[in-house]
């Protein structure tokens, strides 16, 4: 059996070497990254710009301003009026959107592929001439506002979520949630925008990712063209923000409106962007881990909790090695009916404890690793996910090279690897838990007919 | 500048963009099944879907055991336990999901092409298809968190108005349960009503076979041989009843403990298949369908803050799916955005479209066509649309010449005749102002 899986490995690991060597890197004279990934599958491409800023560059007063700004983006530039971006792509067949995560903030459209300049072109007169409206700006806040109250306001779990961040982590920036706090988001002003703006946006501090089917050498051409002329910035220095060191377990509770209840616990983990001294497979011995608790329908938590003894309705594991600043490896779940929150906490404890006690066995290790390598062509399919890789990993000051390496990486992970790291960093001085108590709360409904004609 | 974008846009719309649609190979298996197949060489993986005319439009009197019958199938199957069927997928990458909603039940499989993978996949593939045991624990376990799941739904204003609408939608007509079912019904679902229902649903007759993938034309065959071989041949399932339409407009409010206010309006649509599609479509695409750009969301979040999202969108499907208008907002401002987006419907079929929105979106749709096929399991999604409604292989083809055939007329005479913006259900669920 054994042997039988290290024939798999060993033909899956061929690919990424032929994966790289489709992947060209070129730099601009005003810093401007350029990385092209030719995939000649359809005739699509997708281009994405992706800025280094984003909720964790931000301190308290002006949380989510990095996501006010993406929004603020589609209103209008020197040269285009409100919503005019989002028009033009449109008429050119375009799909189009942004996202701000911690580390990043990006925008991309995916386009047939001959139109790849008119991307470059909008996108290379917002990095620079954006105007921020008063006017524009207060109707966008309150779109915000709604956003937030969708997000988070009105979900029970998101909220636990952010709760439990802003415990997690005191002084980290990971302590404050992307789309910010309402009082911040209600009291932004145009110079906060400006101000953030002209920080941040400019060629030297952006990276462009290109995946589809172009030439790169003309892609690079096109990019020199329309983002050649665009003048560098002094970036401001980040401060390095180190999380102070947790002295104990810390817990809280979160009381809301909702009909079942929900646990969420996490340990502090390093990650590679942060390991110095540390051993540099710790990250993906993480991974592993993880991948061996809820790597799938044959993983540890639906065999044993969520079948086996049967106390949670859903539980998951999650742990995101490439981020900027250390992180969480984090556990949330439901308990079946009749269970309580303790209770699964108290069956997931039992699970770390057998990873700390026991080696996890030859299978289940090679089957992680099959499913990571596998996962890998899988992830092919989507030119979009391609230049995702490239860009989270670019704008967290990771070489993008990293998204092929990782595959190797995980085929190296040893079963006393995953012992541990379970040993090292599943403590109680590294866990935050965090418990939704459902408010209880009737149905109420009325009917009624439509009572005054509209003016129709 | 302006004007030079402009210029230049439109200089790079005259390129005709005329890419090939896939290739699609059609035939049928010895014991009936209908199977679609596109090569796709590039990459060396397969997507394999199985669609049974199977869905909760199937589920009599219990709503939730077309769901519940299609979680089922992987939970035993020739005596191999839950288990093992997972570790026998997963060990060798192969990725197995299930799903099951109104018109379709669906099993589907993600392998590479390689021997050592594929083989052992798609014999697991095959047994749980077609070798279901049902066992009772499983089926107590699954009950219970179907159970868990409507709990669920209940701390959802999205969830909560979804199922009020679709219940005052539909009256007595299959499509107005929730595939997820309800509390009572699914407590009295039992093993054997979920056997019967898998005896007489998934069966060949009754069965569409999708392959995406790096095999050859032969190697397609074999494989959808091998998948249904032992499906009995059985009968396509009967035609659904035909959908009554409702007749008065009614509102339904429903309490919430949220700061927003969740809309949802709408009316009955379209079929697949129907002769009024492409105009609607078009239509609908100016009106909500085209995301940041549609007159509603100008209306809605571009002119007013109200709300981040607001769409319109026809879900066609066996019969007639929804016409459905949604957005959340804040309580306070919940009636201005509701009258905002009755205003607007009302203006659209009274004025109809303007040559010049009409030529952006045709652009929209049509210049963005490869985008619609550009990875397998698009390709594979739109396959499964086609083989299981039936629709003709020349869709592809023919699509963006249906589209830019639509006039501004037909868009406004079939509004008139099919959306009645003052008979519209309307439901809200959400906190007090």
Do not use: C
């Not at chain 1, 509770?253 to 540390?278: C, F, Q, R, S």
């Not at chain 2, 005749?417 to 003052?422: H, K, T």
């Amino acid at each position: 059996m054994v042997i039988k899986f290290k024939q798999i490995i060993g033909l899956t690991l061929l690919l990424p070497s032929f994966v790289m060597a489709n992947v060209s890197e070129y730099r601009l004279d005003n810093g401007l990254k350029l990385i092209v990934k030719e995939d000649h599958r359809a005739p699509v491409v997708v281009s994405q710009i992706w800025y280094k800023v984003g909720s964790s560059y931000e301190h308290n007063g002006i949380t989510g301003v990095s996501h006010m700004l993406e929004h603020m983006m589609f209103k209008g530039t020197e040269n285009l009026g409100p919503n005019e971006f989002s028009q033009i792509i449109a008429a050119n067949g375009g799909r189009e959107n942004a996202f701000t995560g911690q580390d990043y903030t990006a925008y991309f459209q995916t386009l047939e592929k001959d139109r790849l300049a008119i991307s470059f072109k909008l996108e290379a007169e917002r990095m620079r001439k954006l105007i921020i409206d008063d006017a524009e700006l207060r109707k966008e806040r309150d779109v915000v506002v709604e956003e937030r109250r969708m997000r988070t306001e009105d979900k029970p779990r998101a909220l636990l979520r952010e709760a439990f961040n802003a415990t997690a982590f005191v002084n980290s920036p990971y302590h404050h949630p992307v789309i910010g706090w309402m009082s911040d988001i209600n009291n932004y002003q145009a110079i906060d925008l400006q101000q953030w703006y002209q920080k941040w946006y400019a060629p030297n501090n952006a990276a462009v990712v290109v995946v589809g089917d172009v030439d790169a050498d003309e892609v690079y051409a096109l990019a020199k063209q329309y983002f050649g002329p665009l003048q560098p910035e002094i970036t401001a220095q980040l401060k390095p923000q180190i999380e102070v060191e947790q002295k104990g377990k810390r817990t809280i509770e979160i009381h809301a409106p909702a009909k079942l209840p929900y646990m969420m616990m996490g340990w502090k983990t390093p990650v590679v962007n942060t390991l110095t001294d540390e051993p540099v497979w710790e990250p993906y011995a993480l991974e592993v881990l993880a991948g061996i608790l809820d790597g799938g329908n044959s993983a540890r938590f639906a065999r044993d909790l969520v079948r086996g003894n049967e106390i949670a309705a859903g539980v998951s594991a999650g742990y995101d090695l490439f981020s900027r600043l250390a992180g969480l490896f984090l556990i949330a779940g439901t308990p079946v009916k009749g269970k309580t929150a303790a209770d699964l906490q108290q069956a997931i404890i039992t699970q770390i404890d057998l990873l700390k006690t026991e080696l996890v066995t030859e299978q289940e290790l090679e089957r992680v690793k099959v499913q990571v390598a596998t996962s890998a062509v899988y992830e092919r399919d989507s030119v979009f996910y391609q230049g995702m890789q490239i860009g989270m990993l670019e704008t967290v000051g990771l070489d993008w090279r990293l998204s092929d390496a990782y595959v190797e990486n995980i085929q190296a992970v040893t079963m006393q690897q995953v012992q541990a790291v379970a040993k090292k960093y599943f403590i109680d001085r590294g866990l935050t838990i965090a418990e939704l108590i459902p408010m209880p709360f009737g149905d109420q409904k009325m009917t009624m007919p439509v009572g005054e004609k509209h003016d129709y | 500048m302006t004007t030079n974008i402009i210029s230049f846009t439109v200089a790079l719309l005259i390129s005709i963009s005329a890419y090939a649609s896939p290739n699609i190979a059609h035939w049928q298996t010895s014991n009936g099944a209908q199977v679609y197949f596109v090569a796709a060489p590039e990459l060396a993986m397969i997507d394999i879907e199985v669609i049974f005319d199977a869905g909760s439009a199937r589920d009599g009197q219990l709503p939730g055991t077309a769901l519940l019958t299609n979680a089922m199938l992987n939970e035993g199957a020739s005596g191999i336990s839950t288990d093992d069927i997972a570790a026998k997928f997963e060990d060798v990458g192969a990725r197995f999901g299930n799903s099951s909603q109104r018109d379709m039940a669906m099993i589907s499989l993600r392998s590479l092409t390689a021997e050592e993978q594929l083989k052992p996949a798609l014999k697991m593939f095959s047994s749980v298809l077609t070798q279901a045991d049902f066992p009772q624990t499983s089926f107590e376990r699954l009950q219970k968190q179907m159970l868990i799941g409507l709990q669920a739904e209940k701390q959802s204003p999205s969830a909560i108005a979804a199922r009020a609408f679709n219940a005052k939608l539909y009256g007595d007509h299959p499509y107005a349960a929730m595939p997820a079912g309800e509390d009572k019904s699914v407590k009295t679902l039992n093993i054997e009503s979920l056997k019967s229902f898998y005896l007489q649903y998934y069966v060949a007759k009754n069965a569409v076979v999708i392959l995406v993938g790096a095999v050859t034309k032969q190697q397609a065959i074999a494989i959808a041989n091998q998948i249904v071989a032992k499906l009995p041949v059985g009968k396509k399932a009967q035609a659904i009843t035909k959908v009554v339409s409702i007749q008065t407009a009614e509102k339904i409010v429903i309490e919430h403990p949220s700061t927003q206010t969740h809309i949802l309006m709408g009316q009955l649509g379209i079929k697949r298949g129907d002769a009024d599609y492409f105009p609607l479509y078009v239509g609908n695409h100016i009106l909500g369908g085209s995301g940041l750009v549609s007159q509603l969301s100008n209306e809605i979040r571009e002119k007013r803050g109200l709300s981040y999202s607001v769409y319109s969108y026809f879900r066609p499907m066996r019969e007639l799916g929804p016409y459905q208008f949604g957005l959340q907002t804040g309580n306070d401002q919940a009636d201005e955005a509701l009258s905002v987006l009755q205003n607007t419907l009302v203006s659209f079929i009274n004025n109809g479209v303007t040559a010049e929105e009409l030529i952006a979106a045709k652009q929209n749709i049509t210049g963005g066509f490869a985008l619609r096929l550009d990875s397998n399991s698009k390709i594979a999604g739109y396959l499964a649309m086609m083989g299981f409604y039936g629709l003709p292989l020349d869709y592809f083809e023919t699509f963006k010449d249906q589209v830019n055939s639509v006039t501004v007329e037909q868009i406004k005479e079939a509004y008139i005749r099919r959306v009645q913006a003052d008979n519209m259900i309307t439901v809200m669920v959400g906190g007090k102002k």
